[in-house]
Structures are given as C-alpha cells and as structure tokens.
C-alpha cells in the first residue's frame, strides 16, 4: 500500500537501499535493555490508531474549543483538518490556558552538546553514524570551560546532551557532566540515549532532574524504516524511557514526536495521550512537551517537514495547550525568531537561548559538527530582551534540586 | 482595622499577596496598591544569579514569605524551608508539598510531618492544606502558627469550592485561618474575611487581571469590607420575609 505521509526528501541512495534489505526486529528488545511491566504502549497504539483526522467536522472543532475538560476525542478534533478554519479562536483559547497556568512567565534554559558519536543509523539526523560529518567529544575540562561561558551570560538552566553512543559517551561520562554542571546551574536537564532505570537513578543522584526522549515518530512500523540501526532500532524501549526515568527518580520527562516524518497529526494525538497517560500514573511528575519541525542537516539540505507548515505547528502546539494545560511546552531553535515569539506569547512557555547544536560551540571553536541547523541563533540576551518587550516574564530557574 | 497577629508578629493588612505569574516590574505597585505587609514568593525562583532576581523586586518593609513549591515529600520540604531561611533572613515559610501536577493538591499527611520538625527548629510556620479538620488539628498539635485552607485548586480562580469546611476549620481551630488558593474574585475574598477567616492569600486572581494594581486594590477593599462585617457581626439570614404579626395581630388584650 502507498504510504502517502512518506517523507522523500530524508533518504539519500545508501539509506534507502537499507532500508530496503532490513528485518522486522524493531519491536525487539536488544541485550540489556530492561522490560518494564506495562500496557501504556499498547494504550497509546490503540487510541493513535483509531484516530481518524478525517472523521470531524464543525461541530466537534467547536466543542473541544468551549469545553473546560477537553477529552481525547476534543484533542483529536483540535488537531484535525477541520479545526484549521477556527485557528484563530483555538489560540485565543490556548492563550487563556496557558494565562491561567503559567501566567506570563517563559522558562529559559540551554543546550550543551558534550558529544557527537553515535551509532545509530536514523535517516534524517545529522550525527547518524554514516554522515561523514566531524565528530568531537568534550573532556571534563572542556566541558568546564562550555559551562562557565553559559553560566556567565546568567543561564540556570542547561540540557545535557550527546549522540546515542554508549561507548564513546558512557552512562559515567555523563554522571561526571552532570556533576559539573550542578556546579554552574540549578537545573540539570538529561537528552541522550535511553537507559534503563538503575542508570537513571545514578544520573539523578548525579544532578540530573530531567529526562528528555523524543519517540520521533509513534508509527512503529514508519519507526522501522527511519531508525535502521542501533540500540534507537528498539521501538518499545524508547517509548519506555520516560518511565524508567520517573521509576529511577527523576523529577520530570519530556517526549515528542518529530514532525515531519510521518502522519503529524497522529503523532502529535500520540503524544498527547502519552503524555496523560504518564501523568495518570506518575501524578507526581513534571510533563514536558516540545514540537521540533524536520531540519535540514550537513550532507543533506533538502530535508523539509513537508505538510506541517506554521499553520499547522501553530495548530499542534495550541492543541497541546488546550488537551495539557498543565505541561510545559517547548519550542526549539529549529524555529524561527518570529515563530518562537509569538508561540511563546500564545501557548507555549518554554524557550532555548544561545544555542549551538555542534561540539564546543560556546567556547568559541567549533570542535565538532551540528546535529541540525538552527534558525534562531539569538544570544540569552536578545531573547530576553525581545520576550520582555512582549510583556512576557522571564523565569531563569524555576526548580530546586533537593 | 484590629491587629492581625501571625507567629509572634503583629501587621495590619489582611491581605497576603503572591508574587508568581506577573511581571517583576508590577511587584511594587501590586504591593502599594494591595496594603500587603506579606508577600509570597517560590524559592526556587529566588535565583542567585544575575538575571531577574525577585528578591530584588520585593520591597524592604514587607515580610518575605517563602514558600516550599517543588517539594513532592516532607523531606524536600523541609530541605528548602531551611534554604530560604538563608536566603530570605526570614523565619516564616509556607509549606506546599504537592504529589500531583495536574490539580496541584496539597499532601496534607506530608505536610503535617514537615511542619512538626520545621516548627521545632523555630520556624513560623503555616501550612497550604487542603480543608480537612482531622489534619488541621495535626498541623495544629505539630506547632503551625496558622491553618492555611484552599478554597479551590491553586490558580483555578474558582472561588470558595470548599467553602462549608473552611468554615469547620474556622469554628473548630485556635489558629487564624488564612484561606489560601482558589479566589477569584474579590467577592470572593470579601466572603472568605465575612466567615471568620483570619486573612486571604491571592496570587492568579490578580496576577491574571487585565490591570494588576488596580485589581490588587480592589482587593485590599473587599478584604478590609469583610473583615469589618465579621466584627460588625452579621444579621441572621431568614428564609421569609418577616412580616410583623401576620397570625397574631387579632389579639386585642
């Protein structure tokens, strides 16, 4: 059957004949990976599944937008194409929402890349371990030196994160960059690759109070033909990693899907659901959403999103505001200046600042390559500049870690 | 207006303003405009760092009233309580330790604990809770220096919800009441002061109005006019009229 949602511009020669020749092992686990006792995929599968885009009209777009108590099938008529005419009335409500929630404060933090090895082979990503790209990992001195520079522009807030390769970044390399940074900010958030529970607890009892997973997409079988190698290849591990790290003591998780890859608005009804389905059963726990766009990346310029424009990102990220109000949301320097302010006036809350997506990008040269282009390479403080002259409030820590 | 006392320290208003959700720069006007001698903030915003401090917004004469958001167990409660001691050169805190990210309801068995080994180490004491009269007795018997109820969830704006218990609370418990969370209204808060509460605490209510400072005044109004109706004592309510001797005023003799 014709996958009408199958993104061309991602795949170059060699890629695709891998995907042509490979077995369907992507739901199986891979040595050391832990099995957790749970049905949450299966929850999550099923609601993606008979979620049909198509399938609302008028009616349905009109009561998800009045409702106080927005239901899955509010959510799913939020993200169909039906609801695209009101767009305008749905970020009036999400701005309420997100008023009431967060009132006019918007969180910074910052990316730190400690390292680009990887070995996994995922289509559309930069650092995949067939692009011939340069790659760097820090040493604990020059990770140093990256955190002081951050620290001094007044961030206190830093993301951890490197390519998913255990060897080249191991679970203690990263406990040792966690000890550092607890040095230099209050917050220490966690995106690298996924671990089991045990390992979580020890990068926790190191600083880290946030993990960070994206599924990129939750069509396992689409998962297939993206993420042709690797311990990324595991399709139910990943989607575990959020409550492995709740289990192992963190304070919060972030998930998203990637949106370009395949049906966006499936993947985003995906989310979602994770999303409260996690907060049901950790009720504890801090739930973070982001809604990164496809990127170009080195050696391959032509990747786009393909149908997911500004209206339909605009679209997404309401609906999380309006099905989620309680989550925090995040928009990436993939986007533009322009897009990113005016999300954050509308529903989002969270935003990076002084980003550099290659190895060693804040002491000044640049030692290894990007993962993805950016868009908005504005400085800390252009950015809190430009979100005060909107009125809105910056909050650089919004945490304690005790 | 008859003194308010709190922990040993005496203060007039009956108004406790919270400082989240709002610009930085409105702080000083909310304050002004409020009459607050209280003011609330989350340490885990009172950054040291070089960016947008709050602790540099706050005016001097108003007390520092740190509060514990953040915490999820007695534990990290008590943790923080001890960090804002440091920071804020202040001995009262207020308790919040939340289990649950959606409706941000207090745990009050949690809550009891951290109370009773914050208050022996001479903190002042006062508990966000929600309106249970058992545990409001435990906050009580482990050295609170007032009960603080929430009316609704925090930031929900949905007035007095819990309004019969906060009454219980009131009736049944020697410490002043301050109702906390959930006013939206100045209305509301007027209510809250009619029923006997000691004081209110308001933070989205005003911090979500189109004109901060004016809605904080309003506010300072509505709580001085309840205030003044509990001491004035309210007439009784009556389901009819009162007619003045509809069956009896046959009687001649």
Do not use: W
Not at chain 1, 265 to 282: I, S, T
């Amino acid at each position: 059957m014709e996958d009408k949602f199958f993104n061309t511009t991602i795949y170059n020669e060699e890629s695709r004949l891998a995907a042509q020749n490979l077995v369907a092992d992507y739901l199986v686990y891979q040595e050391g990976m832990e099995v957790l006792e749970s049905q949450m995929l299966e929850q999550v599968l099923d609601l993606r599944t008979a979620f049909n885009p198509e399938a609302y009209g008028t009616e349905e777009v009109l009561r998800a937008i009045e409702s106080d108590k927005r239901t899955v099938e509010d959510f799913g008529a939020l993200l169909s194409p039906a609801a695209l005419p009101f767009l305008e009335q749905i970020a009036q409500a999400a701005q309420k929402e997100r008023q009431k929630y967060f009132g006019n404060n918007v969180h910074f933090f910052t990316p730190l890349y400690l390292a680009n090895y990887c070995e996994n082979y995922c289509v559309y990503c930069g650092f995949n371990c067939h692009n011939q790209i340069h790659r760097a990992r820090l040493n604990a001195e020059q990770m140093e030196r990256e955190m002081q520079v951050i620290s001094a522009t007044g961030m206190q807030e830093v993301l951890l994160l490197t390519g998913e390769s255990r060897k080249m970044s191991s679970v203690e390399y990263i406990g040792e960059a966690c000890r550092l940074a607890r040095k230099y900010f209050k917050v220490v958030g966690l995106e690298i690759y996924p671990v089991n529970s045990d390992e979580y607890a020890y990068l926790h009892s190191c600083g880290a109070d946030y993990v960070t997973v994206f599924q990129e997409t939750y069509n396992p079988e689409k998962y297939g033909q993206l993420h042709l190698a690797g311990h990324k290849r595991c399709f139910p591990y990943r989607f575990y990693a959020q409550e492995r790290a709740l289990r192992g003591g963190m304070r919060g998780v972030g998930l998203a899907a990637l949106l370009g890859l395949d049906d966006f608005r499936r993947d985003a009804l995906a989310v979602g659901v994770h999303a409260m389905l996690l907060q049901k059963r950790y009720p504890h726990a801090e739930i973070a959403l982001s809604c990164p766009r496809l990127r170009p990346i080195i050696n391959n310029e032509r990747i786009t999103p393909l149908d997911v424009g500004e209206r339909q990102l605009l679209q997404i990220v309401c609906a999380y505001r309006l099905f989620l109000p309680y989550a925090s949301i995040t928009v990436s320097s993939r986007e533009c200046a322009r897009v990113r302010d005016n999300l954050m006036s509308i529903c989002a809350n969270k935003i990076s600042a002084g980003v550099s997506t290659g190895i060693g990008g804040h002491g000044g040269s640049g030692l290894g390559d990007e993962q993805f282009e950016i868009d908005d390479g504005r400085s800390l403080e252009e950015i809190f500049v430009a979100m005060k002259g909107r009125g809105l409030q910056p909050v650089m820590a919004d945490y304690i870690f005790v | 207006m008859d003194k308010f006392i709190l922990g040993g320290h005496e203060f007039h208003s009956r108004f406790i303003l919270g400082s989240g959700k709002y610009s930085l720069e409105l702080i000083k006007a909310a304050v002004e405009q409020a009459g607050a001698e209280i003011i609330t903030l989350a340490l885990r915003r009172a950054n040291g760092g070089s960016l947008e401090n709050i602790l540099d917004y706050l005016p001097k004469n108003v007390v520092k009233l740190p509060n514990t958001s953040g915490a999820r167990t007695a534990e990290e409660a008590v943790r923080i309580a001890r960090l804002a001691r440091e920071l804020c050169q202040s001995d009262f805190v207020k308790i919040e330790v939340i289990k649950d990210s959606k409706y941000l309801l207090p745990d009050n068995y949690a809550t009891a604990k951290a109370t009773e080994v914050l208050a022996k180490e001479g903190f002042v004491v006062m508990p966000y809770m929600y309106p249970d009269l058992q545990a409001a007795r435990d906050m009580a018997n482990a050295g609170a220096a007032c009960i603080m109820p929430l009316g609704a969830p925090i930031g929900s704006n949905k007035g007095l919800c819990t309004l019969d218990f906060i009454q219980i609370l009131i009736d049944e418990i020697d410490l002043p009441v301050i109702v906390d969370a959930g006013i939206g209204k100045p209305s509301q808060a007027c209510q809250a002061m009619e029923m006997g509460a000691a004081a209110v605490m308001v933070n989205t209510a005003i911090a979500s109005a189109g004109d901060i400072p004016q809605m904080a005044a309003a506010f300072r109004e509505a709580v001085r006019a309840g205030r003044r109706a509990y001491l004035a004592g309210l007439g009784e309510v009556r389901k009819f009229a009162n007619a003045s001797s509809p069956l009896t005023g046959f009687l001649r003799d």
